[in-house]
Nanobody
Framework: QVQLVESGGGLVQAGGSLRLSCAASGRTTSRSARAWFRQAPGKEREFVAAISGSGDSTSYADSVKGRFTISRDNAKNTVFLQINSLKPEDTAVYYC??????????????????WGQGTQVTVSA
């Protein structure tokens, strides 16, 4: 079993920055692809960013390209999401996800087996 725990969310003004972290424990996921998704009130969960198990490949949603950066520290089994130039429309619960023993990243939620509980990001105008 794998547990994913997100942290780093909060309330920030538009234009500000946050750094989200997702620490994994339990059965190792240190070489599995990881991703961030988000869900705003009244909307479906959407893909934000993903990173391969090796960290060599990344993918981003068009809406966050140039503002968000995903990275990972496999020694600490932790994935990060640096969020810059925040906009009110970035307000959502951000979820960390991990694939089941798969290095290759995917951008659909169905490709991820483990999920965290989420961390709230609220951006004020």
């Amino acid at each position: 079993q794998v547990q994913l725990v997100e942290s780093g969310g909060g309330l920030v003004q538009a234009g500000g920055s946050l750094r989200l972290s997702c620490a994994a424990s339990g059965r190792t996921t240190s070489r599995s692809a990881r991703a961030w998704f988000r869900q705003a009130p009244g909307k479906e969960r959407e893909f934000v960013a993903a990173i391969s198990g090796s960290g060599d490949s990344t993918s981003y949603a068009d809406s966050v390209k140039g503002r968000f950066t995903i990275s990972r520290d496999n020694a600490k089994n932790t994935v990060f999401l640096q969020i810059n130039s925040l906009k009110p429309e970035d307000t959502a619960v951000y979820y960390c996800a991990a694939r089941f023993n798969r290095d290759a990243l995917v951008v659909t939620s169905t490709g991820y087996f483990y999920w965290g509980q989420g961390t709230q990001v609220t951006v004020s105008a």
